[in-house]
């Protein structure tokens, strides 16, 4: 049987009237995902939203799609928020062949008054829900294979679906297209997204074309590039550079061995520089990036779980100094950040829990789903189940897009995103760098939650995060030099007027920022990472 057919698209797009027609015209058969859950539950969308709470509904909807997606060969209408799941997505995408449907606000909203089925989800203001759906959607819907426009009579719209159909031919899976703000004088407003599975050279030229005026000059770190060579071979080779990641060489001077290079390739300003690798590949490079001809453009490329979740985004790349990490860099935000997930199949457990330390952390502070997914699937993720390991990525480093978004230059909400680091990165000089970034943030987790519990956190918050951190294989203590970590925490660049902020877990989904933690408090979240501590 061939492919499923997936349309997508906001309310009023003509996904079922459209895949009605497609569905005759191709002989193959048609699912309505909206009627298919009135079948299995008797009651419409609407009002299973309106009674349980849409988070119920996105349960059933997603029990749904999971049986819609094993008919072979159908044409699918989904709803509107189906996409909004990453595994939702994952399962779509995978059936077959995902196409977005369509229109202007304006000839969505007069059908949706033709229609006058009743959305609760709509409202009263049409235009300004349709307005708000469109922007918080459009990531999703972008990274369809296939974009019609369906403003036009079904039969036409049928027949260019099922044309373009016919002539796709795939280039990887993109899952996640965003256009975000780029906050920065210099260089474009807008930075491009891309985040998918097996991308192949079209997919990433598609993304580099228009943000580099000549060759781009390639970093990537050696392991990676020996571990990729797929992802290599899809990138320019005119301009590489190799280096070899890890905090011990993310100094100044590997800066400067960058940029001397890059000049004598003859490298200009607009040619952007891609940095493949890690969360310290892409850190280095940044730096190297914003210093060359006072700033070329950042293409991150990131190849690990923790650069994919956290590091490449955001616009923060620096150097370590001797006494602090990342205490030399720059504001430099990418113009663009590629991430394919299947560079993660290629990685060690000990780098992928590197990696799903800082989606936890971001569970922590402000979404409860992706807390619970790590919960239900962490230790799958860290072995075989590549859709749940996608999803805990990409709902990361959605909530840390919102965050810079709303706060690019760290001068309040944005402290939150250093949830577990304060402590963790303190631990990491001490160790030498020896200390893994993530295992480093677990403890510093551990330690902060120590100080939250004392404070009236959640009642059982501590235990949880314990349980979890057990199952999933982390460490929960350490032997280390107390005083040495405290030096270390004085040269912390998060400091203002000399007082150290510090994040506290108070809830899932909930953190605060607080300046006034004591030394009893610092004794306290110290002795509950330590070897030589206790829990008291």
């Not at 001490?430 to 004392?454: D, K």
Request: one cysteine or more; charged letters at 25%; proline letters at 5%.
């Amino acid at each position: 049987m061939p492919d499923a057919i997936v349309l997508v698209g906001l309310s009023g797009s003509g996904k079922s009237s459209v895949g009605h027609a497609l569905a005759d015209r191709l002989g193959r058969p048609f699912i309505d995902l909206d009627a298919l859950i009135e079948d299995r539950t008797g009651s419409t969308p609407g009002a299973i939203i309106e009674t349980e709470g849409e988070a119920r509904f996105r349960v059933i909807e997603s029990n749904a799609l999971g049986a819609a997606c094993a008919v072979p060969g159908a044409v699918l209408s989904t709803g509107g928020g189906a996409v909004i799941d990453p595994l939702n997505r994952w399962a779509l995408w995978g059936s077959g062949t995902a196409v977005w449907l369509d229109a202007p606000d304006q000839v969505l909203i007069e059908r949706l008054r033709r229609d006058g089925t009743h959305r609760p989800i709509i409202g009263a203001d049409a235009a300004a829900s349709l307005l708000k759906l469109r922007t918080a959607r459009e990531p999703f819907y972008r990274a369809a294979d296939i974009h019609i426009d369906s403003g036009g009579p079904v039969v036409a719209v049928a027949e260019a679906v099922a044309h373009a159909v016919a002539h796709h031919r795939p280039a990887g899976r993109r899952l996640f297209d965003a256009l975000v703000t780029r906050d920065h004088p210099l260089g474009p407003r807008t930075a491009r997204i891309l985040m998918g599975r097996d991308l192949d050279a079209a997919a990433l030229m598609s993304v580099l074309q228009s943000l580099s005026t000549g060759v781009p000059v390639v970093v990537a770190d050696e392991v990676a590039a020996e571990a990729l060579p797929r992802l290599m071979a899809a990138l320019p080779g005119e301009r590489r550079l190799s280096i070899r990641a890890g905090e011990r060489g993310k100094r100044l001077r590997s800066a400067e061995r960058l940029l001397e290079a890059a000049s004598a390739l003859g490298a200009e300003r607009g040619d952007a520089w891609l940095a493949v690798g890690g969360g310290t590949t892409g850190d280095l490079v940044g730096t190297a990036a914003a210093l060359y001809l006072r700033g070329a453009p950042l293409v991150q490329v990131p190849t690990t779980w923790l650069a994919q979740a956290d590091a490449s985004i955001g616009g923060k790349v620096a150097v370590d100094l001797a006494a602090a990490k990342n205490a030399a860099g720059a504001f430099w935000p990418p113009v663009a950040v590629i991430a394919d997930a299947a560079t993660l199949r290629t990685l060690p457990r000990a780098r992928l829990l590197d990696g799903l330390a800082e989606s936890l952390k971001s569970g922590l502070i402000g979404d409860p789903w992706l807390w619970s997914l790590i919960e239900a699937r962490g230790v799958a993720a860290l072995a075989d189940d590549e859709a749940a390991r996608y999803a805990m990525v990409e709902r990361a480093a959605w909530l840390k897009l919102g965050v810079v978004e709303r706060d690019p230059f760290e001068r309040g909400e944005r402290r939150t995103l250093n949830l577990g680091h304060t402590i963790g990165h303190a631990l990491e000089i001490e160790s030498g760098y020896r200390l893994p970034h993530g295992q480093a943030v677990v403890l510093g987790l551990r330690a902060v939650m120590a100080i939250a519990q004392a404070r009236g956190a959640e009642t059982g918050l501590a235990d949880r995060l314990d349980a979890m951190l057990g199952t999933l294989g982390y460490a929960l203590r350490r032997r280390f030099e107390p005083a040495a970590v405290r030096s270390a925490l004085g040269s912390d660049k998060k400091r203002v007027k000399g007082r150290q902020h510090w994040i506290l877990p108070m809830a899932v989904g909930r953190v605060i920022d607080v300046d006034d933690v004591t030394d009893a408090e610092l004794e306290l979240a110290l002795r509950r990472v330590s070897t030589d501590g206790d829990e008291r």
